[in-house]
């Protein structure tokens, strides 16, 4: 608890970190906090990392990272939460986006546990994930595979929807993130669907077409440099 209750307006750890951990309390209460980077090094965020960091509303799990603890952001303002590709994380701990303002999250294919409460009291609506991660923690993948909050922790969250990722096209980006895109129902990939969702061409670095896909319309990837 080295920062509790801080008024730390910004973190920035150098690139070259030797750093592996983010202890237990680091910066719980700190209520001005706004900003965040974790280095690369970092394999753990532990419990109560962030919590009540009031202020704190996105943040990015570098892909070292392999569990983040109990408690790790209760109650903090998070409306984004992004997991870098090709993610470690295997853990998400009890508590750990309780009563936070996230309304989607995608979780990494290489999460193998998730904690009671996890995301207890959060205004979710969507959450993207793969039916492997679905079938590893023993998650029922029937009535339309939408989970209950008994199965995974949203108890008292919004209606849930649980959407298979593995047949999306993957949107990459050169500011390493990406977004998944469904086709139409006519299994057509249209240039309203892709750039309808604040995506410019100039942005996209690479793209995997999934396999709802049966054609693409004309034109869509046009005026995409990097591709």
Known sequence: DAFFNSSLEEIIFEQNSSLTTIPV??????????????????????????????SLTSFTI??????????AFEDSSLNEIIFEQNSSLTTIGNNCFKNTNLTSITIPDSVISIGADAFHNSPLEIV????????????????????????????GSNTTVIKNINTRTKIFLENGNYTYISSDAD????????????????????????????????GTFSGTPKL
Do not use: R
């Not at 570098?62 to 408690?71: A, K, L, R």
């Not at 057509?188 to 054609?215: H, P």
């Open 25 to 54: 309390e680091s910066f719980k209460g700190t209520s001005s906090l706004t900003s965040v980077t974790i280095p690369d090094s970092v394999t753990s965020i532990d419990d109560s990392a962030f919590e009540g960091a009031s």
């Open 62 to 71: 570098p892909n070292s990272v392999e569990s983040i603890g109990s408690s």
């Open 128 to 155: 993207y994930i793969s039916e492997n991660t679905l079938a590893t923690l023993n998650v029922d993948l029937s009535a339309n595979s939408q989970l209950s909050y008994t199965e995974m922790s949203f108890y």
């Open 187 to 218: 299994g057509i990939l249209t240039t309203s669907l892709i750039f309808g969702n604040d995506i410019q061409k100039v942005d996209i670095a690479s793209v995997i077409v999934g396999t709802d896909v049966k054609s693409i319309e004309a």
